[in-house]
């Protein structure tokens, strides 16, 4: 049950950062259509914030993921091989 409670929170916070990160993506997208309508500094600091937090965000989720997985094989080594 524990487990059970450890996977469902991992998985939340991976939906959470793949779904920051796809805000991310698109984000960045309109940032560059900005900064080619008119270059600013304020237009590339958004950009380059934006492309932060796609990466953090994309990090985030990998660390759920891994974390994810290092569950499931530990709990798989716990009981046995199946049959």
């Avoid at 991310?24 to 380059?48: D, K, M, Q, T």
């Amino acid at each position: 049950m524990k487990e059970a409670a450890g996977l469902f929170l991992v998985g939340f916070a991976a939906s959470f950062a793949v779904t920051v990160s796809v805000f991310a993506i698109s984000a960045i997208v309109e940032s560059v259509h900005y900064l080619l309508a008119g270059p600013g500094f304020e237009r590339a600091a958004n950009l380059l914030l934006f492309i932060l937090l796609a990466g953090v965000s994309g990090v985030a989720a990998g660390l759920a993921f891994s974390i994810a997985a290092r569950t499931l094989g530990q709990s798989r080594e716990r009981k046995g091989p199946a049959g």
